[in-house]
Every structure is written in structure tokens, then in C-alpha cells.
């Protein structure tokens, strides 16, 4: 990804949460967050996107992150028992959804980044990006155009 900065948060209150998506909304980059929960030694990692961000890598990837594999069958199976009440801490509400893993971030109630799983966030910017890198907008397909025709033939050099 274009830029990573590990940030771990101890529970996600106003101040630390706040901190986390001023950084990920000045540099309109993810922020890789690692979530250190109490009374658990496992460390849960995702990546802050901003909503314009992921909005603009949803509209160039062409197909929904894939997910298929056993491991993920089993998280899935995991988190239909979680309950789907929203999380609120200070300004924040976590609305985690029960399908896909994603959990929205709404401040003053307005969905202003997603928490995706890291290779779910890493698949979709490469998608984005790939599609992107073969658009071209009608005026310049026509300037090509317009050059290419220009050019003389392999023939005639």
C-alpha cells in the first residue's frame, strides 16, 4: 500500500480513535491499526480507509474481494454469533457488519472511514489501481488516437 504507519490502539476510545482518522483523512491514505483488547492476547489488525478512499477503490475494482477459503468459513461462522450492535466510543460509532468483516466509522452520524481486513483493503487498492492504469477519459482516447494516426507506418520508416 501506498503508505503504511502501524498504529496500536488499546481500546478505541475518543482521543485515540480521532488521532487514527485525522491521520488516515490528512494523508488520504489506510492506516494499518493494530487493536490490543483487554483480556485477550491476541492483537486484532486492520486498516482504516477513508470513505472517499475506499469509495474510489470501489469504483475501479471490478469484482468483490473473493472469500473463500476455510479460514475465512470459520471467521465468518464466528462472527454470525457476534452480536451487531453498534459500538459507540465518544464522538465514534463502530457499526461492524456481520457479513464480510468490515466494521463502518461514523462521527456525528456520518460514515467517515471502514476498518477492512488487511488483505482485503491490499486486494482491492491493487484492483482499483490496475483498472485505473488501463482508463482512459474520451478526450485523451481521442488525442491518442489523433497521435497514433499521425505516426508513419513500420513500412514507410
Do not use: C
Not at 482518522?21 to 491476541?42: D, I, K, N
Not at 482504516?48 to 472469500?67: G, I, K, R, S
Not at 460509532?93 to 488483505?119: N, S, W, Y
Amino acid at each position: 500500500m501506498g503508505i503504511e504507519i502501524d498504529v496500536v490502539v488499546g481500546y478505541p476510545i475518543n482521543d485515540e480513535m480521532e488521532r487514527v482518522l485525522g491521520l488516515a483523512e490528512a494523508v488520504r491514505e489506510p492506516v494499518t491499526v493494530t487493536f490490543m483488547w483487554e483480556g485477550r492476547e491476541e492483537a486484532d489488525r486492520a486498516v482504516l480507509v477513508p470513505a472517499a478512499t475506499l469509495a474510489l477503490w470501489e469504483h475501479w475494482a471490478p469484482t468483490a474481494y473473493p472469500t473463500s477459503s476455510a479460514r475465512d468459513e470459520n471467521r465468518d461462522v464466528e462472527k454470525e454469533q457476534e452480536l451487531a450492535h453498534p459500538a459507540e466510543f465518544g464522538a465514534f460509532t463502530l457499526f461492524r457488519r456481520r457479513l464480510g468483516g468490515r466494521t463502518a466509522v461514523a462521527r456525528e452520524g456520518v460514515v467517515v472511514a471502514e476498518l477492512l481486513d488487511p488483505d482485503e483493503a491490499h486486494w482491492l487498492q491493487e484492483k482499483a489501481r490496475n483498472v485505473r492504469q488501463g482508463f482512459m477519459d474520451p478526450k485523451q482516447k481521442a488525442a491518442f488516437e489523433e497521435f497514433l494516426a499521425r505516426q508513419a507506418s513500420l513500412d514507410e520508416q
